[in-house]
């Protein structure tokens, strides 16, 4: 069982940037590919960015591209996600989640999860 908890989550203006952290409870965190993805209410859980195993590779939706980049340290069991240029339509929940072996870009594809942080962006 990984344990996720993330952390970073808060009130931005317009342009800003915040930093999110996920640390994972597992001694073998460079097993998982890992993932972020966004959460309004009513609405699904849509991919954010991905990395693989090493870090050596990445993906992102297309509304963050050029804007948000994700990262990994393995030897501190975290991977984090770094958010520039925010937008209002940034605002979500924002979840961490790992994924054996692979690092997709489908929630379903992932295993665990974490509770979730919240990001507003303020106009």
């Known amino acids: 069982q990984v344990q996720l908890v993330e952390s970073g989550g808060g009130l931005v203006q317009a342009g800003g940037s915040l930093r999110l952290s996920c640390a994972a409870s597992?001694?073998?965190?460079?097993?998982?590919?890992m993932g972020w993805f966004r959460q309004t209410p009513g609405k699904e859980r849509d991919f954010v960015a991905a990395i693989s195993r090493t870090g050596g590779s990445t993906s992102y939706a297309d509304s963050v591209k050029g804007r948000f980049t994700i990262s990994r340290d393995n030897a501190k069991n975290t991977v984090y996600l770094q958010m520039n240029s925010l937008k209002p339509e940034d605002t979500a929940v924002y979840y961490c989640?790992?994924?054996?072996?692979?690092?997709?870009?489908?929630?379903?594809?992932?295993?665990?999860w974490g509770q979730g942080t919240q990001v507003t962006v303020s106009s």
């Open positions: 597992e001694r073998t965190f460079s097993s998982y590919g």
């Open positions: 989640a790992a994924d054996y072996l692979s690092f997709g870009t489908s929630r379903y594809e992932y295993d665990y």
